[in-house]
Each structure stands twice: as C-alpha cells, then as structure tokens.
C-alpha cells in the first residue's frame, strides 16, 4: 500500500470533476439563491481571505473558503425574528452576514501535490475544515512548483466523502480493521440532539444550522418510543433552491413531522397539500409575519399550473384518501431541476441506517452507496434510535491503520 495509495497527491483524486463556483463575500444572499438555483452544485464557496493557520500553512492551505448551501440560507431566514418579518430585506444583504452569523462550513484551499495523508490531516485537525479546494489542471504543472496557486484559479472540492470512496477501492488494505463493527471500533455517536416530530420546525433549526456544518442530517424522532422517523437532510434541501421562502415559512409555521411533508412536496413536482397551505398562511399571520405570508402566496400562484390529463387520472387511480389530506391533492408545478451532484432528491423519511453490530466496511459502503457522509444507527429490536456513525470519525480510523505504514517509509 505504501508504493499506490501512500503516494496519491490531492489533484490525483481532482480528475473528471467540475469547477466549483466560488463568489465574493459581498455578493447579496438573493443572488447566490439565484447562482444555486441556476447551477448543478447544491452549494457556492464565499473567499473570507483568513490568514494562515500553523496546521494549514504546512499543506499549503492559504485561502479560507465558506461553503453556502440551500439549507445554510434557510437557516438564516428562520434564525432570526426580523429576517422573517422582512425577508426581502435579508435576502439584499451581503452574503458576509450569513457568514458573520455562524452559518456556513469552512473550506481550505490546499496545494494540489498535497499528500493525501497531509490533505487528510487538514480535514481532520484544522478547525471546522469540511473540505478542501484544490485547483484544477494542476497534473499539467512541474511538481517541483509547491506553491499556493493564484486565487483566480479554478478549483474543485474535496470532501471527506471523496477521501473515504478513494480509500474504499483499496479496502483490503484496512483488513481486520475494516471487519470490526462501528461499536467495537468505537463510531458510534451518542446522540442528545434529536428533534420530536411534533416538536415545533423553529426548534430543529440549530440542529440543521449544525448538520449543515458538519456534513451530517438532524434526526426526526417518535416522540414516545423514540423510532427514528426519518431526517432533515441539508443536501436534500437543495432541491428547494427556488422553493426557499415558502420552506423558510414552512418552519416557522408548522411542527416537525408536518415541515418534512411539505418539503418532500416542495422536492418534486407537486405543490405541498392545501391544509398545510393554509395552516402554514393562518399561523405566518398569528404571528405578524405578513410579509413572509405574502411572499408564499406569490411563489404559490406563480409556480403553480394545471395537471395534465393523463397526470389527473394516474393521481386519482393512486390516491386512496381524501383530496384534502393527500400530500398529491396540490395542483402540478414545473418539475424542480435535480443537482448533478451527490445530493439529488430525497425523502425525507428515506433514511440511511445501520445496527451496532455492522462491519465498518458495510456501514462504509451503505453510505457510500446513498451518497451521504453518515449513518444513522437503530436498535435492531425496537428501532429506537441509538447513536450516528460519521464519515469525520470513520476516516481518523483509517488514518491511524495508515499512519504507522508512512513512519515506516
């Protein structure tokens, strides 16, 4: 292992993927809504321009990056009472004050030569770094050039997820490590953070606000049993990109299991049902927030239009319950574009999980396989939500079965 995987570079790992797009710190919240609607990626990278770290000068990480996603903006608009009141007015301000507010993951440009023991290190041990940017075309210059590329130049991301799909091609390498369960290696994250579904949507926004950071989802619980229901998964969100004022009043309106149902209605063609519609008006309007009422009355009558015939009839051959208490009884909207990325759509109640006595290469590989960077983890009896295995602990565990084949180098 010590002459193939050791000797990966970060650009190694860069080939075939996109550019990202990256933006000024001043460019106003409402155009990179716009950018995120209009591109394939579900998130932009914002330049903060932070000094050098001792951790990041070592692998070249010179440019702190912010990644701003569809649930990062969600999470600002509901964050704050007078966001809400006014949300024409907090969408016009920079997108510095997303940031400024804690919103947001950290992302380090790094130098594309960066090893991939270093580039991991940077994930692992630089604070809140949740992935890196490494410029692009960098197979084309000398290797002796180790320096940090000009800021112009195009990038694309690395994440924690990339580092783990690279290092499971070479899984047989991690043996036993790779067999043990996630209990007795230790993964399992106890979890004191969960949301009820019949919690109010404003309680879960924290939790979101830290799952969005931390690449991970907010676990939606029973409230008396504590079965895991399903999840409030920030890359999911992103297919609301256009849809995010009437997500954002959805939380402020509703309880947790009914802001789930009206996102996965907001996630595909339908428009949500009319009585969380009109729950959602009725309660905007208990608490003075006309202007987010307004606001989801217009996306509501521009978005919406007639079903086609043959949609009509398939809706209605389906349907087994009232009109009124279908999450298809809306009217069609025009299908939302998917991202091109690795967060397509998702259910919100299509969670990923695993027991304590799962493998770590097959809780890797159902991860992988869904495209997420962690798994939940249920009592295989009562279904009682037990913990979450991380994609961040997952890969300090492959790093300590590295770690002792580079000293021996």
């Not at 949740?130 to 694309?156: F, N, T």
């Amino acid at each position: 292992m010590a002459s193939t995987l050791l000797s990966h570079v970060a650009s190694d790992l860069c080939i075939g993927r996109p550019r990202v797009l990256t933006m000024p710190s001043s460019t106003p919240v409402a155009a990179v809504l716009a950018a995120l609607h209009a591109g394939a990626d579900p998130f932009v990278f914002v330049d903060v321009g932070e000094p050098v770290t001792s951790c990041a000068k070592k692998t070249g990480a010179a440019t702190t990056y912010v990644k701003i996603s569809v649930a990062d903006i969600i999470c600002y608009l509901c964050g704050d009472e007078g966001n809400l009141r006014d949300p024409a007015a907090a969408l016009a301000r920079p997108v510095s004050t997303i940031i400024s507010a804690g919103h947001g993951s950290v992302a380090r440009r790094v130098d594309p030569h960066t090893s991939l023991l270093d580039a991991i290190d940077v994930l692992l041990l630089t604070d809140d770094c949740q992935g890196l940017l490494v410029p692009l075309h960098a197979r084309a210059r000398k290797r002796q050039h180790h320096h940090v590329p000009s800021i112009d130049a195009e990038c694309c991301v690395l994440t924690r997820e990339d580092i783990v799909r690279h290092l499971f091609g070479s899984i047989s390498h991690f043996s036993p490590v790779a067999a043990l369960t996630v209990a007795s290696l230790g993964l399992i994250r106890r979890l004191d953070d969960a949301v009820r579904a019949d919690a109010d949507a404003l309680d879960a926004i924290p939790l979101l606000r830290r799952a969005a950071t931390d690449n991970t989802a907010v676990a939606v619980v029973d409230g008396e049993d504590g079965a895991l229901l399903g999840e409030l998964c920030p890359g999911a969100l992103a297919s609301c990109c256009d849809a995010v004022e009437p997500v954002a009043a959805a939380f402020a309106a509703l309880s947790v299991g009914d802001a789930m149902a009206y996102i996965d209605c907001s996630m595909t063609q339908y428009a949500p049902p009319e009585f969380l519609v009109r729950a959602v008006r009725a309660q905007l309007k208990d608490r003075g927030l006309d202007a987010m009422a307004e606001l989801v009355d217009a996306w509501d009558d521009a978005s919406l239009q007639p079903l086609s015939p043959s949609s009509s009839s398939s809706m209605s051959a389906s349907s087994t319950s009232s009109d009124e208490d279908s999450p298809m009884a809306g009217r069609a909207r025009r299908p939302r574009r998917l991202s091109s990325g690795s967060f397509g759509w998702r259910s919100t109640e299509d969670v990923v999980a695993c027991h304590s006595g799962s493998s770590l290469v097959a809780v890797m590989a159902q991860a992988l396989a869904h495209r997420v960077g962690y798994v939940w983890v249920v009592d295989e009896v009562s279904g009682a939500l037990v913990g979450v295995v991380r994609f961040a602990d997952v890969l300090a565990v492959l790093r300590e079965h590295i770690r002792p084949q580079v000293l021996c180098r």
